[in-house]
């Protein structure tokens, strides 16, 4: 029988958030965590220890049943970022925590930015295009593809997809042509962060704005370099191997980098008038930290970065 935490239970504590909390430098986001950290010690392990949680999806806006564990782990551990996908619209604590952030962004404004999101394959993919069609999808393919062309590609011999390849440190985009760049867990698995983040700018029109999700430590100073891409393509492992599953690769793709706060201090440096960190932390609508009961439940909580040009 499935095991259930129910939210409202009177020993989970209810938060009402609706909208982000914007931060804009380390100690703001150091004190917003603080006030926090009693219930992601306590809730958010609660959460890992069961099979499911009643709560609200804030993207179906109705009530549902979040899965906890949907395969992600930490070494057996449910991975909550991962996980906690909703039984509605089939989206994890990641993808809903980006998705609800770009309706923050752009249904206040009602408008429909012409914009750049960088998978096509996805549940995430499928409920950004639908809501605002001028945002288009694309993989990255491969270092010999050219970006901004089609291709067939198939990671089973029996299923062929077709999808428009698009490198993020090699945007086909024209300069200042983009209102929105949108991507999820991509710049941890890119060597070159400082191009991908440079060529973004480049990308984006005036006040456009690019939003994204990365795992993020809050007590790093300075990113970790988890490997250096060396001139004749060969890899100089500097920590452990680390791989993310992304549903292309067998096995997932390699990470190099684990980011600090120096990552956010190189959105600024690449152009970037504005940076923000926007935390959402909800138990009852399925937004936790990610690794309960290790200290990454703590530096890893429910945050995603805004960049305005």
């Not at 070494?75 to 909703?86: A, F, Q, V, Y």
């Not at 089939?90 to 952030?101: F, G, P």
């Not at 086909?172 to 991507?183: F, K, P, Q, R």
């Not at 439940?297 to 040009?309: G, Y």
């Amino acid at each position: 029988m499935s095991r259930t935490i129910s939210s409202d239970q009177d020993d989970v504590q209810r938060y009402e958030l609706t909208n982000f909390i914007w931060l804009q430098d380390r100690q703001s986001t150091l004190d917003a965590a603080a006030s926090l950290r009693r219930s992601v010690e306590e809730t958010d392990y609660r959460i890992a220890q069961v099979e499911t949680l009643d709560g609200w999806c804030a993207v179906c806006k109705k009530q549902t049943i979040f899965t906890v564990n949907i395969g992600a782990t930490f070494n057996g551990r449910p991975n909550l970022r991962e996980g906690l996908r909703c039984q509605h619209c089939k989206l994890n604590n990641r993808q809903r925590l980006l998705l609800l952030a770009l309706h923050e962004e752009f249904d206040a404004r009602h408008t429909n930015p012409v914009g750049a999101i960088l998978e096509s394959t996805t549940r995430l993919f499928r409920n950004v295009h639908k809501r605002w069609p001028l945002i288009i999808g694309s993989e990255f393919l491969g270092d010999s593809r050219s970006p901004g062309k089609i291709y067939g590609w198939s990671t089973h011999w029996w299923r062929m997809r077709r999808s428009r390849h698009e490198s993020i440190t090699k945007l086909s985009y024209e300069t200042n042509s983009l209102d929105a760049i949108v991507h999820s867990d991509i710049l941890e698995h890119v060597y070159q962060t400082k191009l991908a983040l440079t060529e973004s700018y480049r990308a984006l029109k005036k006040g456009g704005v690019m939003i994204f999700t990365a795992p993020f430590f809050i007590d790093l100073d300075v990113s970790v370099l988890r490997g250096r891409q060396l001139n004749d393509g060969s890899l100089e492992r500097l920590e452990p191997d680390e791989y993310h599953g992304d549903g292309l690769h067998a096995g997932g793709v390699y990470t190099f980098h684990n980011f600090g706060w120096s990552f956010f201090e190189a959105i600024g440096e690449a152009g970037f008038s504005k940076v923000e960190l926007g935390l959402n932390y909800a138990p009852d609508k399925g937004f936790t930290s990610s690794d309960p009961p290790t200290l990454h439940q703590w530096s890893m909580l429910p945050i995603l970065f805004r960049a305005l040009k």
